[in-house]
């Protein structure tokens, strides 16, 4: 059969993008396709306190649109929930050209290079799927550097002593510090602890073309007003479609992988919706499919294509697609000051620890601790308020008007101990607007994850107490899903088919012309913001598949 492209890429995310232009760079002729929107700073909403992708209870600023795509979400309880995308539970993914990247704050950490030797380093908990990395941090090192320089990461390459070994410092110096630094840093020595200022995808001088940060007061969760923040949809895309070897469909959804009747992939199914409102499907062939729809929605898709060689969805022969899903925990440590420490600038990160990432006794792995993102009014009434306090009256007006600028907070991402029994599948008794079974999600991550978790908010609440807070306040972790940040794992690489579905490079066991490219990859997700390993995998697999194709 005549091929229309030689890659398709099914979502113009982290991967997708980054994906897009190495191939296309390559000499390939490529579609990439997405089922969002071409957003940019002008859309309407995009300052909306109330409806942005960090506070979603009304209503987001990205994709998916709420109606017609819901999910199914299982409790510890069992009982099964229909649920819409601004739902807690629904553990959603920003959707649109640039994916999260779109809306991120952009933290760009490289994972330590313990992370890749978990089950190595602490054993396999009972229950648990933890296990090792089919390569090293050395293997990936290069293709850090690579996604620092051609991305754009603003830092302190040699701030961070608890990291791997680097071959060439940031681009861009380092984000200011604000109010709230000089105090955490204070705090920070008083407890013999290491700081040094986060990396950013973020310009903090101009480059490329594009402006440097302005500070505006929104940060995560909403676009950039001087497009000074590095996602992929303003980096590696308008690289790709430079070539004009690139083409990009948007708000087009793909309805399955293609197979012919030996089970071979051909290429993509997809959906189009004209202007009359009808929506029409039709394939797409091509040499190679490459899934980077996130890590919910690529199991989804595999799941959704049975061949007679593979009845319950690619690559699934063995039972692993959509097994081991991940996210991040998130202990915080909110801290009341006696004076200001806010002066809601952004971006709002500006020291960061990586003493507990590893070496914490009795525990499993660790997480990075650092201030946080501006936080809006509103997130801070919704989210971060004492226990005590109502939500509603002149008590909680006047604590707000008094204390908003008085209060600072740490947290970090967990590295969570991963569980073969949390995982995606289909609910084919739910159908989304055009008729495909939604995703379903059940389970928990392990409770060693919860053990870890209140440790290092043991550790956050000391650091906010050596730097001065006269009150500090938190919530106690229990097990849970939480896929809702950074979802990772469910089609994990590995080097045995038996409990992985991709080869080291991506691959889909059982196919040659199968990739799967984005978190799902994951074997475990670090305890650090995983979006520039995310982006390092991309080039790395990327480069290989251009060289074997």
Same mark, same amino acid.
Not at 87 to 100: F, I, L, P, R, T
Not at 213 to 229: A, D, E, L, Q, W
Not at 237 to 259: K, Y
Not at 313 to 324: A, I, K, T
């Given at each position: 059969?005549?091929?229309?492209?030689?890659?398709?890429?099914?979502?113009?995310?982290?991967?997708?993008n980054i994906a897009a232009c190495v191939l296309a760079e390559a000499g390939k002729r490529v579609l990439l396709v997405? =089922?969002?929107?071409?957003?940019?700073?002008?859309?309407?909403?995009?300052?909306?306190?109330?409806?942005? !992708?960090?506070?979603?209870?009304?209503?987001?600023?990205?994709?998916?649109?709420?109606?017609?795509?819901?999910?199914?979400?299982?409790?510890?309880?069992?009982?099964?929930?229909?649920?819409?995308?601004?739902?807690?539970?629904?553990?959603?993914?920003?959707?649109?050209?640039?994916?999260?990247?779109?809306?991120?704050?952009?933290?760009?950490?490289?994972?330590?290079?313990?992370?890749?030797?978990?089950?190595?380093?602490?054993?396999?908990?009972?229950?648990?799927?933890?296990?090792?990395?089919?390569?090293?941090?050395?293997?990936?090192?290069?293709?850090?550097?690579?996604?620092?320089?051609?991305?754009?990461?603003?830092?302190?390459?040699?701030?961070?002593?608890?990291?791997?070994?680097?071959?060439?410092?940031?681009?861009?110096?380092?984000?200011?510090?604000?109010?709230?630094?000089? =105090?955490?840093?204070?705090?920070?020595?008083?407890?013999?602890?290491?700081?040094?200022?986060?990396?950013?995808?973020?310009?903090?001088?101009?480059?490329?073309?594009?402006?440097?940060?302005?500070?505006?007061?929104?940060?995560?969760?909403?676009?950039?007003?001087?497009?000074?923040?590095?996602?992929?949809?303003?980096?590696?895309?308008?690289?790709?479609?430079?070539?004009?070897?690139?083409?990009?469909?948007?708000?087009?959804?793909?309805?399955?992988?293609?197979?012919?009747? =030996?089970?071979?992939?051909?290429?993509?199914?997809?959906?189009?919706?004209?202007?009359?409102?009808?929506?029409?499907?039709?394939?797409?062939?091509?040499?190679?499919?490459?899934?980077?729809?996130?890590?919910?929605?690529?199991?989804?898709l595999m799941l959704m294509t049975r061949t007679e060689r593979e009845p319950n969805g690619l690559g699934n022969n063995?039972?692993?697609?959509?097994? !081991?899903?991940?996210? !991040?925990?998130?202990?915080?440590?909110?801290?009341?000051?006696?004076?200001?420490?806010?002066?809601?600038?952004?971006?709002?990160?500006?020291?960061?620890?990586?003493?507990?990432?590893?070496?914490?006794?009795?525990?499993?792995?660790?997480?990075?601790?650092?201030?946080?993102?501006?936080?809006?009014?509103?997130?801070?009434?919704?989210?971060?308020?004492?226990?005590?306090?109502?939500?509603?009256?002149?008590?909680?007006? !006047?604590?707000?008007?008094?204390?908003?600028?008085?209060?600072?907070?740490?947290?970090?991402?967990?590295?969570?101990?991963?569980?073969?029994?949390? =995982?995606?599948?289909?609910?084919?008794?739910?159908?989304?607007?055009?008729?495909?079974?939604?995703?379903?999600?059940?389970?928990?991550?392990?409770?060693?994850?919860?053990?870890?978790?209140?440790?290092?908010?043991?550790?956050?609440?000391?650091?906010?107490?050596?730097?001065?807070?006269?009150?500090?306040?938190?919530?106690?972790?229990?097990?849970?899903?939480?896929?809702?940040?950074?979802?990772?794992?469910?089609?994990?690489?590995?080097?045995?088919?038996?409990?992985?579905?991709?080869?080291?490079?991506?691959?889909?066991?059982?196919?040659?012309?199968?990739?799967?490219?984005?978190?799902?990859?994951?074997?475990?997700?670090?305890?650090?913001?995983?979006?520039?390993?995310?982006?390092?995998?991309?080039?790395?697999?990327?480069?290989?598949?251009?060289?074997?194709?």
């Amino acid at each position: 059969m005549k091929t229309d492209y030689d890659v398709i890429i099914v979502g113009a995310g982290a991967a997708g993008n980054i994906a897009a232009c190495v191939l296309a760079e390559a000499g390939k002729r490529v579609l990439l396709v997405e =089922r969002g929107k071409y957003r940019n700073y002008g859309e309407d909403g995009h300052r909306d306190h109330l409806r942005n !992708h960090r506070l979603q209870t009304y209503g987001f600023n990205t994709g998916p649109e709420i109606e017609g795509n819901p999910r199914v979400f299982v409790g510890q309880d069992g009982v099964r929930h229909v649920v819409r995308p601004y739902q807690d539970s629904y553990h959603v993914n920003a959707a649109g050209v640039g994916g999260g990247t779109f809306v991120y704050g952009g933290l760009a950490w490289r994972f330590h290079p313990k992370d890749f030797r978990m089950a190595s380093i602490y054993g396999r908990p009972d229950g648990s799927s933890l296990t090792d990395w089919p390569f090293s941090y050395e293997e990936l090192e290069p293709w850090y550097t690579r996604a620092e320089q051609e991305i754009g990461v603003s830092g302190d390459g040699g701030g961070d002593r608890n990291s791997g070994p680097r071959s060439s410092n940031y681009p861009m110096p380092p984000v200011p510090d604000n109010p709230t630094t000089s =105090r955490l840093r204070a705090g920070a020595h008083a407890l013999g602890l290491s700081t040094f200022t986060p990396p950013l995808l973020v310009n903090t001088i101009a480059r490329a073309g594009r402006g440097a940060c302005i500070r505006c007061g929104s940060c995560v969760g909403f676009p950039c007003p001087s497009n000074g923040k590095n996602g992929t949809q303003n980096t590696a895309l308008p690289r790709a479609l430079a070539t004009g070897r690139c083409d990009l469909l948007t708000e087009t959804v793909v309805d399955a992988v293609a197979t012919d009747d =030996r089970g071979k992939v051909i290429g993509v199914d997809i959906l189009q919706t004209d202007v009359d409102g009808q929506t029409n499907r039709r394939p797409v062939l091509s040499d190679v499919v490459i899934l980077s729809a996130g890590a919910i929605e690529t199991a989804r898709l595999m799941l959704m294509t049975r061949t007679e060689r593979e009845p319950n969805g690619l690559g699934n022969n063995s039972d692993q697609v959509g097994r !081991h899903l991940q996210g !991040h925990y998130y202990p915080t440590i909110f801290g009341l000051f006696d004076q200001e420490v806010q002066d809601s600038k952004g971006p709002g990160v500006s020291i960061a620890t990586t003493d507990y990432n590893h070496g914490n006794d009795g525990v499993i792995g660790g997480a990075m601790l650092a201030d946080d993102f501006v936080m809006l009014p509103i997130i801070l009434w919704k989210s971060g308020l004492p226990d005590d306090l109502p939500r509603y009256g002149l008590k909680a007006k !006047h604590f707000m008007r008094d204390n908003f600028s008085r209060i600072a907070q740490i947290k970090g991402p967990v590295h969570e101990i991963p569980s073969p029994d949390c =995982r995606v599948s289909l609910a084919d008794d739910v159908r989304d607007k055009y008729g495909r079974p939604v995703a379903q999600l059940s389970g928990t991550t392990h409770p060693e994850t919860v053990r870890t978790a209140n440790h290092i908010l043991e550790k956050a609440d000391a650091w906010m107490q050596a730097a001065g807070a006269v009150r500090t306040w938190s919530r106690k972790q229990t097990l849970r899903l939480s896929a809702g940040q950074h979802q990772a794992g469910t089609c994990r690489m590995g080097e045995d088919e038996r409990n992985s579905v991709t080869d080291p490079f991506g691959k889909v066991w059982g196919h040659d012309n199968l990739f799967v490219c984005d978190a799902s990859l994951h074997p475990t997700n670090g305890g650090y913001n995983p979006v520039l390993t995310i982006m390092a995998i991309a080039f790395r697999n990327a480069h290989h598949i251009a060289e074997t194709l």
